[in-house]
């Protein structure tokens, strides 16, 4: 039996709101009236990129004493952090590089979503997670009713195979967390957002004092946070040093007729297509909300300079739609209102990690990016450790080494970089 369907209602304040603009819009301005002289200054961090990673780092900065300004091009979570699918998991990255990033990220989640009531705000909740095999047929002919799968999963699917529980497996609504995460921020530790176009980054004697924005408005800071996702590509402060580049994924989200018969179970597909072909590995994700997310089809691609006109390609949206009707008949057309059609370009790094660390030779700056696949996952934990390495000089809650910008360095004078 599935679970009662939880409605969100957020209102949105207006950097929070899709932007065509660029122009920088602080949402708070600060008294006429000086203020003594601090002994002891907090110090001014700079987040850049107002996706799961900047938020998350602009929040634990902010909760440890930090002055944080968040500087996001368009609006909080309209790219990748707010078009993925927000799948948690704890162990799935066991014996690699991710490993304890992802555990210490996963147990943060859940501490999260008690302290901002995630299952209200942003449909956090844990979830049983399948494995299956499905072969799209002309014919669309149910299954026999086998108790190994759930009743909703009524399509041509076989070989099902527990791979997660609710023990090991979440989920959260992406956009909603970020922007919970980021109100958050803004009202119980003076988080400012400003809505404009990073231009450079100011640098003094090898030291970080400023960033300046497009149409010169410069922000004083003593540390700089670039967490700009696929964008770091198009910085060259960055893209000097390391390769990050776009993964385009498509989703569609639909709302079947018959939402309350959708049960906690995310799918992990293997999916043959009827022309033949290789199979496809879509994921399936429904939500609290009465809502089904479906995503797959990724490849890489251009990204352009506003993530607001990403748009998915319609081969890809189309055949996503063919592996929800395969799928399950309350997912067919005429069946399921398509509620979204969209794509999102992944972080990705030519090793497959993250960079998370300080730049080599420029004291005070930052970078979090490259998150590929496991961004929503990863923010909380890359956030508190980013806060801590920034006001405290280390990482306690994860090892960051493996992480460093400064291993681009290594390979490059060995001439390995590409």
């Known amino acids: 039996m599935a679970p009662p369907l939880l409605s969100f209602r957020v209102t949105l304040p207006p950097f929070l709101r899709p932007t065509r603009t660029a122009k920088p819009t ?38 440890n004493g930090a002055v944080v300004t968040l500087v996001e091009k368009s609006s909080v979570a309209c790219a990748a952090s707010g078009k993925a699918g927000g799948f948690l998991a704890l162990d799935w990255c066991d014996g690699g590089p991710l490993e304890s990033l992802a555990r210490a990220s996963f147990n943060l989640h859940r501490s999260l979503a008690h302290e901002l009531d995630g ?82 980054v100011g640098v003094v004697e090898g030291r970080v004092d400023s960033v300046v924005l497009e149409g010169g ?17 198009k910085f060259e402060l960055l893209s000097s040093l390391f390769r990050v580049y776009g993964l385009k994924a498509h989703s569609i989200v639909l709302r079947p007729k018959e939402p309350e018969a959708i049960t906690p179970h995310a799918l ?37 300079d506003n993530p607001e006109e990403i ?42 990690s993250p960079v998370i660390g300080e730049l080599p030779g420029i004291k005070g700056c930052y970078v979090a990016t490259g998150h590929n696949c496991w961004g929503i996952l990863n923010g909380p934990a890359t956030g508190a450790a980013m806060s801590e390495l920034v006001l405290d000089g280390q990482a306690s809650i994860v090892d960051l080494s493996r992480f460093s910008p400064a291993r681009f360095v290594t390979l490059a004078k060995n001439g390995l970089r590409r």
């Open 26 to 63: 602080p949402i708070r301005s600060s008294s006429s009236a000086s203020p003594p002289m601090d002994p002891h200054p907090k110090p001014r961090v700079v987040v850049c990129g107002g996706g799961v990673i900047g938020v998350c780092t602009a929040y634990f900065l902010a909760k």
């Open 119 to 200: 299952p209200a705000s942003y449909g956090y909740r844990p979830l049983n997670t399948l494995s299956l095999t499905v072969t799209e047929s002309q014919t669309s002919k149910p299954h026999s009713g086998k108790s190994d799968l759930p009743d909703w999963v009524d399509g041509p699917g076989r070989s099902p195979r527990t791979i997660g529980t609710t023990a090991t497996t979440a989920q959260v609504h992406p956009q909603l967390f970020c922007r919970t995460l980021i109100s958050k921020a803004i009202e119980d530790y003076g988080v400012q957002v400003v809505i404009g176009n990073l231009e450079e």
């Open 217 to 233: 408005r410069a922000i004083n800071s003593d540390a700089v946070v670039l967490a700009l996702g696929p964008w770091c590509g």
């Open 268 to 304: 992990f597909l293997s999916y043959y297509p009827a022309q033949g072909g290789k199979p496809l590995d879509p994921e399936v994700y429904p939500r609290p909300t009465g809502e089904v997310y479906i995503c797959g089809m990724s490849s890489e691609a251009e990204i352009p």
């Open 311 to 352: 748009v998915g390609n319609p081969e890809s949206i189309e055949a996503l739609k063919r592996v929800a009707s395969s799928v399950s008949s309350h997912l067919r057309e005429g069946e399921a209102e398509v509620k979204a059609e969209q794509a999102c370009f992944l972080p990705c790094t030519d090793d497959g």
